[in-house]
């Protein structure tokens, strides 16, 4: 592969979840909206990438507040008319009973096409493999894991597909690695090679990339060793080369930075921190930091770009307007709250887990209930947390509390996707990011805000210290403060929210249009090729795929 140095590698992209579309539910979160974002980006920009994927029949779930203010999952079985059937099936041993997995193709996407595979078919005993995305326990997430990764190298062997590069976006696809061994190790076997192990460990390596993704340990799946024996993921591997591959137990991660040629992080702060957090992993490769970016056509609205570079005097201001005002009409429609456009708008939509604070802003009350009162800030929220954690969900129904609270200026959006997530990151004034540093592994929806002339106001985690010029083009507050105490933590964090809301973001935006207007000139000029999907594709081809 180096020798052919003038021909860009073709590379496999797996990735348990796409963020194509909002009614394409075979996505959850960021990770998808990533991989359906690099998808689109190959397209546009005419790398030679394959996707792998899976055919989700309820996806994720949606996410509903019952009339108590609780969240609730609620499941649907979908049907998509405009996936092509490859006529490909091919077979994985689950638990000792083989599993047909049949091979969808999406060909919207040109040279970059992305196969999807299914376990519902009446061949199999278990149709509901591929049922529910990141649904229900340990055995099963092995079984989806399987499909993916074995399932899905077989189905790039049936279609005759060549591949240069094995990219695990995330340690989900990890066990793709694991029949990449198998078929080394037969090709070495028949040879009567010896040490077939380290070899074809070694062939492997040489073919596999990985990107790493969440740098809370949480994060990071792992699973008893006997659990892999028993469901049939290690294919041929011992349980004592299981061990030395991701340890007992076995961490989806550490196997994947182990079985890996070169790993890489999603921002540069996630550099450093991942490199802190698996110093201890003895033969795994180097991680570099390659910073996410944002499929632009998506997500920014071209309106906004060509009024960014207009002369007249409020042009950027009124299509933002436009956007804002289509916001608060979205928001009439589905809560039948009625914001005030003339005034601040905050956005804040995450994935609802304790390091993201959704609540900090109202910890205060003395200090921001008098600015919600009077509508003089006004915040939009929306966010899921996982079917199956409880914490999540209390942090939910703690902000559809405020929403009734303060129902005038807190608006809490149900059921996160990505047309929420568009009509925020287009209509909001300013985009709210709290992490606790360093947990915060990229943050695409910031990119997304940004780039629409949104003025970021976020603590520095993620892809913001590489972007954030405070005052100039949004603001940063804490000062990348960091503390074990998690309350001192948050009580700095706060004040410093606080202090910018009120010393700078709320002058400048009700007293001085002209320099608002300036600062999204400035976001958007400042962030609109850097954090592209374009410049972290052309990264790939640099830093990560070459051999
Ligand atoms: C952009 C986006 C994300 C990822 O954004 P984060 O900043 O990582 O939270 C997640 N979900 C949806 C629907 C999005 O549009």
């Not at 003038?6 to 909206?33: H, N, Q, R, T, W």
């Not at 060509?306 to 436009?322: E, I």
Request: glycine share 8%.
């Amino acid at each position: 592969m180096s020798k052919k140095t003038s021909k860009k590698p073709a590379v496999a992209y797996f990735c348990m979840e796409y963020g194509l579309s909002s009614d394409f539910k075979i996505y959850a979160g960021g990770l998808g909206i990533l991989a359906g974002d690099y998808m689109k980006g190959a397209k546009d920009h005419g790398y030679p990438i394959v996707g792998v994927g899976i055919k989700w029949k309820q996806g994720y779930g949606d996410q509903m507040i019952d009339k108590d203010g609780r969240p609730f999952d609620a499941y649907h079985n979908y049907v998509y008319d405009f996936l092509k059937d490859t006529g490909v099936t091919v077979d994985v041993e689950i638990r000792r009973t083989t599993v047909k997995c049949k091979v969808w193709l999406v060909d919207c996407f040109g040279n970059a096409p992305l196969y999807l595979l299914d376990t519902d078919i009446p061949e199999n005993a278990d149709r509901w493999i591929t049922g529910q995305l990141y649904g229900w326990f340990g055995e099963e997430r092995i079984a989806q894991e399987m499909v993916l990764g074995i399932g899905g190298v077989r189905a790039l062997r049936a279609l005759g597909i060549d591949v240069d590069v094995y990219h695990f976006n995330e340690g989900h696809a990890l066990f793709a690695g694991f029949e990449l061994l198998r078929e080394e190790l037969k090709t070495l076997k028949k040879k009567k090679q010896k040490k077939p192990f380290k070899t074809a460990l070694q062939r492997v390596r040489e073919k596999v990339v990985f990107t790493t993704h969440t740098p809370v340990i949480q994060g990071n799946e792992s699973h008893p060793i006997d659990r892999i024996m028993y469901m049939g993921a290690n294919l041929d591997l011992s349980r004592k080369q299981l061990k030395k591959l991701g340890g007992e137990p076995f961490n989806m991660t550490v196997g994947a930075l182990r079985m890996a040629r070169k790993s890489n992080a999603v921002a540069q702060l996630h550099g450093e921190t991942a490199n802190k957090m698996w110093a201890h992993v003895k033969r795994r490769s180097e991680i570099v930091a390659i910073t996410n970016g944002v499929h632009v056509p998506t997500w920014v609205d071209s309106a906004v770009l060509k009024a960014a570079k207009s002369r007249k005097k409020n042009a950027l201001w009124d299509a933002h307007m436009a956007n804002k005002k289509a916001l608060v009409d979205f928001v009439k429609k589905r809560t039948r709250k009625q914001l005030d456009p003339e005034k601040l708008i905050i956005g804040f939509a995450r994935r609802a887990v304790a390091y993201k604070r959704a609540d900090l802003i109202f910890r205060k009350p003395e200090i921001i209930e008098p600015l919600l009162n009077s509508q003089k800030v006004q915040i939009i929220f929306s966010g899921k947390s996982h079917p199956l954690d409880d914490l999540g969900k209390e942090l939910v129904a703690n902000i559809v509390a405020m929403s009734k609270k303060y129902p005038k200026s807190v608006v809490f959006l149900e059921n996160y996707d990505m047309t929420i997530g568009a009509a925020l990151t287009r209509g909001a004034d300013v985009w709210l990011n709290n992490p606790v540093r360093p947990k915060e592994a990229s943050g695409t929806s910031g990119m997304k805000a940004a780039m629409n002339g949104v003025l970021n106001l976020s603590t520095l985690d993620g892809w913001w210290p590489e972007a954030c010029q405070h005052g100039v083009n949004g603001w940063q507050f804490g000062d990348g403060f960091e503390s074990d105490n998690q309350e001192e933590q948050d009580t700095h964090d706060l004040d410093a929210l606080y202090k910018v809301l009120q010393e700078e973001v709320l002058p400048t935006f009700y007293d001085d249009k002209e320099k608002w207007q300036e600062m999204m000139k400035a976001s958007i000029n400042t962030t609109l090729e850097q954090f592209s999907v374009k410049r972290m594709l052309d990264e790939y081809y640099e830093l990560l795929y070459p051999g």
